[in-house]
């Protein structure tokens, strides 16, 4: 098949931004399914591994992010904890040894929480609401909420050594869906109820901290009763969120979709819960966060061969392009369902194994080389007529019409959250995904000085397996439970890149200069990982990172991979995955000229992050002031232009008046 050959780039100064792209926008879920469902096994938050060294390594690699734990079976948890004298209520312990799946203790809890600070995530816990309002004949809805067990449950995680990864509650999970929950005032009326508890437990005199957990919801699914449910929560809370799954994991047929380039327009033409989310935000002072909290590709668990495969990769890695620009407003977050559990797992808990699968390396190449960044645009090519108008929206697609484009690409300023890729002011990213099956893609980049690819593609056993190449390295889990270097190739500007077809790239574009990438903020976290580069010295020069901000340039610093490679042999030494780095030289290729970059990942300690709440979204709404900066001056220029033609006709009609007035005299 011919190949298609695309030529991209932006505008170093007309260039906007749609809005920031924070370090957990990448994030995902716990469930609380029971080992009876098959799709879900040992993954619960009751009996999952959480010691298990792969999953401990693997969610590592995706800090920072936030950990929602909900979903459908939240409403029936019970929570066995003790009172302030220590005694925990006979009632509750009987309750919990006849549905031990659905009681979660307070030694489970700690264990939960420890994993969240060890890896380096932040809770948002859905509490239970429909048990709590069911009559004594088992009927849901029957009366208000029960806050009593609720209570047990805070107070005790207040006072936890952990409290600070707990980032939010949410009470009830989807309530309005299919009727479960009918009567809203209650549910405004607990959510009063849950506020005012927070306030009082998390007590800011009494324990030195102006950081109370916040309050999420309406957790819900479908355009009506997301509507419904936020006009009367907004006011109450701090983050809005819903539900989003563009398909059923039963559906014979989801595969099929899943090739059609026609579904990649799924995520922003059929997501209509954000039209209620701006009718609300359009009459409020308050900034809140846009999330959406759960999911996938598929509900119903997901399918196999499908949302745990490549195929279920392509169309992940648009979705998470896609939400950084809807407009009028990007989503903040997107929480993957699930980490572990279900047929569209992240990381599988087949075998106890918990071997990372294919969108869980989409997740991780998005955190380490996009990370804190912007997502900007449009996106310019000659082989694209509408590149400015369409790409301006949602997705640059080449070269057909939207729906039907099989090339898809998205831009951003390269700023990691952990100074791992030597990036400077002005550096973009670009990732393009081929969703063709037989064709290549020939792409020119003429921006910049070099760059640096990381080519995700499956292996060769096909499209709905799980294992992922990345310039045709397996990523696996090594025997040391260390997650592989993940190696990029460096090439000069000039320089023809040959894109497979079914494929996720990722492109480090430096020199480029666009302007809206020099007013970034870049991220250096304490214990984060680096990218080091090899030259054709023996040793090997740390790159390192320090904050930078606002519009200069930052010191000129020497790079030891801008000088071209000549064509030696090179061995490298794939044992040393520590926090040294191995001193071994990295392979070249002579014919095309490529320099290796190696992503150093293995036995690193997780992202220190900033545990106060509060900042978050004070940095955010900052974010938010300084990339509308764009919009803004376009509308003082209009407003300006208005101001001029109004003055212009007065003096027109006025002109025209006194002349009429004459006449009138004479």
């Known amino acids: 098949m011919a190949p298609i050959n695309l030529q991209i780039s932006l505008s170093t100064d007309q260039t906007h931004s749609f809005g920031p792209v924070q370090p957990e926008y990448v994030s995902t879920t716990m469930d609380w399914w029971p080992p009876s469902d098959e799709a879900w096994g040992n993954s619960s938050i009751i009996n999952a591994n959480l010691s298990h060294p792969n999953l401990i390594a693997a969610a590592k690699g995706l800090s920072p992010f936030y950990l929602r734990i909900g979903?459908?079976?939240?409403?029936?948890?019970?929570?066995?904890?003790?009172?302030?004298?220590?005694?925990?209520?006979?009632?509750?312990?009987?309750?919990?040894?006849?549905?031990?799946?659905?009681?979660?203790?307070?030694?489970?809890?700690?264990?939960?929480?420890?994993?969240?600070?060890n890896v380096g995530a932040r809770i948002v816990f859905?509490?239970?609401?429909?048990?709590?309002?069911?009559?004594?004949?088992?009927?849901?809805?029957?009366?208000?909420?029960?806050?009593?067990?609720?209570?047990?449950?805070?107070?005790?995680?207040?006072?936890?050594?952990?409290?600070?990864?707990?980032?939010?509650?949410?009470?009830?999970?989807?309530?309005?869906?299919?009727?479960?929950?009918?009567?809203?005032?209650?549910?405004?009326?607990?959510?009063?109820?849950?506020?005012?508890?927070?306030?009082?437990?998390?007590?800011?005199?009494?324990?030195?901290?102006?950081?109370?957990?916040?309050?999420?919801?309406?957790?819900?699914?479908?355009?009506?009763?997301?509507?419904?449910?936020?006009?009367?929560?907004?006011?109450?809370?701090?983050?809005?969120?819903?539900?989003?799954?563009?398909?059923?994991?039963?559906?014979?047929?989801?595969?099929?979709?899943?090739?059609?380039?026609?579904?990649?327009?799924?995520?922003f033409k059929f997501s209509d819960q954000p039209k209620a989310v701006v009718k609300f935000m359009s009459g409020n002072t308050r900034k809140a966060q846009l999330w959406i909290g759960e999911g996938a590709m598929a509900y119903n668990s997901g399918r196999r061969g499908v949302t745990d495969s490549f195929l279920g990769s392509l169309w992940f890695s648009n979705l998470l392009g896609v939400l950084t620009k809807t407009s009028p407003i990007p989503h903040n977050v997107y929480c993957r369902q699930a980490l572990i559990g279900g047929h569209y797992e992240l990381i599988s808990h087949d075998n106890d194994n918990f071997v990372p699968n294919p969108d869980y390396w989409v997740a991780y190449a998005w955190k380490h080389i996009v990370g804190s960044s912007k997502a900007i645009g449009p996106i310019i090519s000659p082989q694209r007529k509408d590149s400015l108008a369409f790409s301006s929206t949602y997705t640059f697609g080449c070269c057909k019409k939207p729906g039907s484009d099989t090339v898809l690409v998205h831009a951003f300023c390269a700023n990691s959250n952990n100074g791992e890729i030597d990036n400077s002011p002005g550096d973009v990213v670009f990732i393009v995904i081929n969703i063709s099956k037989?064709?290549?893609?020939?792409?020119?980049?003429?921006?910049?000085?070099?760059?640096?690819?990381?080519?995700?593609?499956?292996?060769?056993?096909?499209?709905?397996?799980?294992?992922?190449?990345?310039?045709?390295?397996?990523?696996?889990?090594?025997?040391s439970h260390n997650i592989p270097e993940m190696n990029g190739i460096y090439r000069e500007s000039d320089e023809t890149t040959s894109i497979p077809p079914i494929s996720i790239t990722f492109i480090v574009v430096r020199g480029a200069k666009v302007k809206e990438c020099y007013s970034s903020k870049r991220f250096t976290a304490k214990g984060s990982k680096e990218l080091h580069a090899v030259s054709n010295s023996t040793n090997t020069e740390k790159l390192s990172l320090k904050e930078e901000t606002g519009d200069s340039f930052p010191e000129a610093v020497s790079d030891p991979i801008s000088s071209k490679i000549s064509g030696e042999n090179r061995t490298t030494d794939n044992d040393t995955r520590n926090n040294s780095v191995s001193q071994s030289s990295l392979p070249t290729n002579p014919a095309s000229n490529l320099t290796v970059m190696r992503l150093f990942t293995a036995s690193h300690p997780p992202t220190q992050i900033d545990v106060s709440p509060r900042?978050?979204?004070?940095?955010?709404?900052?974010?938010?002031?300084?990339?509308?900066?764009?919009?803004?001056?376009?509308?003082?220029?209009?407003?300006?232009?208005?101001?001029?033609?109004?003055?212009?006709?007065?003096?027109?009609?006025?002109?025209?008046?006194?002349?009429?007035?004459?006449?009138m005299l004479t």
């Open 71 to 117: 979903g459908s079976q939240a409403d029936e948890i019970l929570y066995s904890f003790p009172f302030r004298n220590g005694t925990i209520s006979t009632s509750l312990e009987e309750a919990c040894k006849k549905r031990p799946q659905k009681c979660l203790t307070s030694q489970r809890w700690d264990d939960v929480l420890a994993f969240a600070s």
């Open 126 to 267: 859905t509490l239970a609401y429909v048990r709590h309002t069911r009559d004594d004949r088992n009927v849901n809805d029957q009366k208000d909420w029960d806050s009593t067990n609720s209570r047990l449950f805070l107070e005790y995680t207040a006072n936890s050594r952990y409290v600070s990864v707990v980032h939010g509650f949410e009470l009830g999970n989807e309530l309005r869906h299919k009727n479960k929950v009918k009567n809203v005032t209650r549910i405004v009326e607990a959510y009063k109820e849950l506020r005012k508890m927070v306030i009082s437990i998390w007590n800011m005199e009494e324990r030195g901290t102006n950081s109370e957990p916040l309050l999420f919801g309406p957790a819900s699914t479908g355009t009506h009763e997301t509507s419904e449910l936020i006009e009367q929560l907004g006011p109450y809370l701090d983050v809005i969120t819903y539900h989003k799954y563009h398909g059923g994991g039963k559906d014979e047929y989801l595969p099929k979709y899943a090739s059609s380039p026609s579904y990649y327009n799924h995520p």
């Open 438 to 479: 037989d064709k290549k893609v020939l792409l020119k980049v003429p921006q910049g000085t070099n760059r640096t690819e990381f080519v995700l593609t499956p292996n060769k056993q096909g499209l709905q397996w799980r294992d992922v190449l990345v310039n045709g390295e397996l990523m696996s889990i090594d025997q």
């Open 615 to 663: 900042d978050d979204s004070i940095l955010m709404e900052k974010s938010i002031v300084d990339d509308v900066s764009f919009a803004t001056s376009k509308y003082n220029i209009a407003v300006q232009l208005n101001f001029v033609i109004v003055i212009l006709c007065l003096a027109v009609c006025t002109r025209a008046w006194y002349k009429r007035r004459r006449i």
